[in-house]
Structures are given as structure tokens and as C-alpha cells.
């Protein structure tokens, strides 16, 4: 396939920005939840699409829809990438993507399958200002409430604190992506350094090195016991279960909010009938007491932080530079 991406069958782009829910075929299922709504709202100017690194088929439901597949992957990075990181090639889409979709689109914005969109305009997020840079992301939560801290692929690497992004929602200008030969740095990064640090995340850090644009974190709001209850406040656009509690499994239940289950839930059983079901979709789960307190006193004690972290954002489509 090489660096020429592969559409489905009957997609034609109508758009030069593009949302992609990154995933392979297990995940498919997950990924329909944001792609559909996505996909619903009314006057879009972006294109929906799911994206793997192998062709797939699209379920009916989601190609009325006008939800297409954009298969692509870099064969020079997958010769750099160690052996282990192959069993999850998904992982990499936004690589993938940012490198085989220059010509396709200007902008894309790539998003993981544990993501549930709630509200906000991609198409106005994806024409803001990216600062010079060719990616764009939330920092990661390590780093929300103490900005400074050096993750442990810096420490690994013998680097000293940068800025950290989170790669479950990443947004790539691709004619930056390319002219400032970031795919070429990311296999050489990958054949130098990947090996046990990480996947996708710890590379497009290790190679940028603070140098991306920051996002507001309505765009990726991770969830966890640290920002679940300000997030009824925030109203983030895109939620990420950055855990292994995810909302549609049993073990989400007293941790994710029943809307946020049964959104998963409604999209598996009216597309996907052959799925597990989302256990007690529809139904009310408290926290146990202790869990209650503990969360409630972890936001308690970062209160201070936390708003000095939100207040960084005129609002959710403004960049900032993260280094700042």
C-alpha cells in the first residue's frame, strides 16, 4: 500500500478536513459511537471516516451515514518499529495517516476508539491557529496539574522536561507533517529509541519534544477518578476513558455515567447485535463510599491547579503554545 491511503468502496471526499476514529477491526464496533455522531451534525464541514491499517469493510449503518474507511500505513516506519509494537498497528494511525494523507486533506484530526463526543465544532477546531507547528494535542493528564513534571520516557531518554501531549486525540496539518520531515524522524526515532519506552505516544513526543501546539482539554478530556466530577462542569466536547474501565464494560458501572454507558450501548445493539451488550446500559450505578471520598478529595486537593490549568484556554478553539 505504501504512502497511497485506501477509501472504501464509494467514499469520495467532500472536505478538506477529516475527522478519523483510529482502529482496527476489533474495535470497529467501539468506534461507530463517535463516528455516528458525529457524522450527524447537521451542516458538518469536515468528513467522517474510520481508519486502520488494513481495507475494511463498512457496516451498512455507517456508510448511510457517509462515515467512509481510509486504510494507510508507512512501510519505512513499520521497518523501524521493534517487533513487539506490530501486534497493534492501530496504534499508529496518526502517523500513518498524517504521512499518506497530504493531497487528501489539509487537516485531520485523529481520535482513539475509547472516545465519546458530546458536543463542539471539529471543522472550526481543525482551522484554528496551530502556531507554526504540524501537530496539535491536549497535554496528557500526568501533566495537568504540574505542568513541569518530566515523564518517564524524558527521564528514559536522558531529556529533560517537555511537554507531554496525550495521543488519543492528535490533530496533524499534513503538509507540515511533511515538510518538516516528521515521518522521517519518526523511524529513525523508532529504530533508535522505541524499544521498550512505549508506542505511538512516547514516539511522536520523543521526537517533538515540546515543539506541537496545545489544545484545550475539552478536546480530550481523560477521564479518571482526578476529573470525573469537574467534568460535568467543564462540558467537554470529546471524553477519553484513557483506563481499562471502559464504558462498555461491567466494570464501568459506579465510575461512568449512565449516559455515557448507554451511548455505547444503544450504537451496539441497534449496529451490532452480535456484540456483548453493555451491561445495565440504561441503568443507575452508584460508587461505592469510599471510592465517592476518595475522588472527591483527589479534586479537592488540585483544585488550585486544576482551574490555573483550565484558565491557560480562551476558550475551546484557542491554541496555545505549550512551552509558554
Keep these: 500500500m505504501g504512502l497511497t491511503p485506501t477509501f472504501s468502496s464509494g467514499f469520495q471526499p467532500q472536505s478538506d478536513l477529516a475527522v478519523i476514529v483510529a482502529c482496527d ?40 451515514a457517509g462515515i467512509g474507511h481510509v486504510a494507510a500505513r508507512d512501510e519505512a516506519l513499520l521497518d523501524a518499529l521493534p517487533l513487539d509494537a506490530r501486534r497493534s498497528l492501530a496504534t499508529y494511525m496518526e ?21 465519546l463526543y458530546e458536543r463542539g465544532d471539529p471543522a472550526r477546531l481543525m482551522r484554528a491557529d496551530m502556531l507554526g507547528q504540524a501537530v496539535a ?37 499534513t503538509e507540515d507533517f511533511a515538510t518538516q520531515d516528521l515521518p522521517a524522524r519518526a523511524a529513525a526515532f523508532a529504530r533508535d529509541h522505541l524499544a521498550g519506552l512505549g508506542r505511538d505516544q512516547a514516539l511522536m513526543n520523543g521526537i517533538l519534544k515540546g515543539s506541537w501546539a496545545e489544545i484545550s482539554p475539552l478536546w480530550n478530556w481523560q477521564f479518571t477518578s482526578a476529573s470525573m466530577h469537574l467534568s460535568a462542569m ?20 459506579g465510575i461512568v455515567p449512565m449516559r455515557m454507558r448507554a451511548a455505547f450501548g444503544e450504537v451496539l445493539a441497534e449496529h451490532f447485535p452480535g456484540m456483548p451488550p453493555v451491561p445495565n446500559a440504561h441503568g443507575r450505578s452508584w460508587p ?18 486544576m482551574t490555573r490549568y483550565l484558565n491557560r484556554f480562551a476558550d475551546a478553539y484557542t491554541l496555545v503554545d505549550p512551552r509558554a
Excluded at 141 to 158: C, D, H, M, S
Excluded at 234 to 253: E, M, V, Y
Aim: glycine share 8%; hydrophobic share 45%; proline share 8%.
Design 137 to 173: 494535542a491536549v497535554r496528557d493528564n500526568r501533566q495537568w496539574r504540574t505542568p513541569g513534571r518530566k515523564v518517564a520516557e524524558f527521564r528514559k531518554l536522558g531529556e529533560p522536561a517537555h511537554p507531554y501531549f496525550n495521543a488519543g486525540v492528535v490533530m496533524i496539518d
Design 25 to 64: 477491526a476489533n474495535y470497529l464496533p467501539y468506534a461507530a459511537t463517535p463516528a455516528l455522531a458525529m457524522a450527524a451534525q447537521p451542516g458538518r464541514e469536515y468528513d467522517v471516516l474510520i481508519g486502520g491499517p488494513e481495507p475494511a469493510g463498512m457496516p451498512a449503518a455507517l456508510s448511510a
Design 234 to 253: 467543564a462540558d467537554p466536547c470529546l471524553i477519553h476513558f484513557i483506563g481499562t474501565r471502559k464504558p462498555w464494560l461491567a466494570s464501568s458501572q
Design 288 to 305: 461505592t463510599t469510599s471510592a465517592l471520598r476518595a475522588t472527591l478529595f483527589r479534586q479537592w486537593r488540585a483544585a488550585g491547579a
Design 95 to 115: 502517523l500513518f495517516l498524517g504521512n499518506s494523507l497530504r493531497g487528501h486533506y489539509r487537516r485531520i484530526l485523529v481520535i482513539d476508539a475509547d472516545i
